[in-house]
């Protein structure tokens, strides 16, 4: 059996994007953790960015194949193993997905730039932008409980560890980044719930993202008062 390799770090949620579409699949896949502030030597000469993840796939008389940028590992996992589709056959609609996908590039900055403010300020200004790109999304949402339906596709795996980080920290925090939009509390609800998306993650995902946020002396770790 070809076994894939995900090289990962345990924080990564671009690495959670790969994992969640592995499991989704129910591919089997190796999973080595390195720590990003001392790289491996082998791993810099795997991965042209230096980031994670990286995906290695097994080739026959050959060496293992190497893959980065997370979109990329997910679309060949989509590609390559059985499963359900995670894009809809239409043309259209799915180009209409990898746009949303693209999307989430900005949205996952902002988000992650509101996290890790330092003081009052700047937070409230990154969470102002980083509600501004969820009231586009939110326009985009289907009936759910999923992006576009009943059925969990790419879009959903793209988005699910943007929106984990917000059932960890204050839930006050949290509240005032929803607030009215329904479609998106809604489609966190079912992404929170679904068993790809738990497994993603060591099962003490939340107290290593704690103590990340308290070492990086962030806002969100003091509720923000309210706007």
Not at 97 to 119: K, P, S
């Amino acid at each position: 059996m070809t076994v894939l390799t995900l090289i990962s770090h345990p924080l990564c949620p671009f690495v959670q994007r790969a994992a969640i579409v592995l499991l989704e699949k129910g591919v089997a896949f190796d999973r080595i953790d390195i720590d990003l502030s001392a790289k491996p030597d082998w791993f810099l000469a795997l991965s042209p960015t230096g980031k994670v993840p990286v995906l290695k796939v097994p080739q026959p008389d050959a060496a293992d194949a190497i893959l980065f940028e997370s979109v990329v590992i997910c679309e060949y996992i989509n590609e390559t193993q059985g499963g359900a589709p995670m894009y809809p056959g239409d043309a259209l609609l799915r180009a209409q997905h990898r746009a949303w996908i693209e999307f989430a590039t900005q949205t996952f900055a902002d988000g992650w730039q509101f996290l890790h403010a330092r003081d009052a300020s700047t937070a409230d200004a990154k969470r102002t932008a980083f509600r501004e790109r969820l009231r586009k999304l939110e326009s985009a949402i289907g009936e759910g409980p999923f992006f576009a339906g009943a059925a969990f596709g790419m879009v959903d795996a793209v988005y699910a560890p943007l929106f984990r980080y917000f059932g960890i920290i204050d839930a006050t925090v949290a509240r005032e980044i929803f607030d009215d939009l329904p479609r998106i509390s809604h489609w966190r609800t079912a992404l929170e719930a679904r068993a790809s998306v738990r497994d993603a993650v060591v099962e003490d995902y939340g107290d290593l993202f704690l103590a990340h946020l308290r070492q990086n002396h962030s806002q969100v770790m003091s509720p923000l008062p309210p706007v």
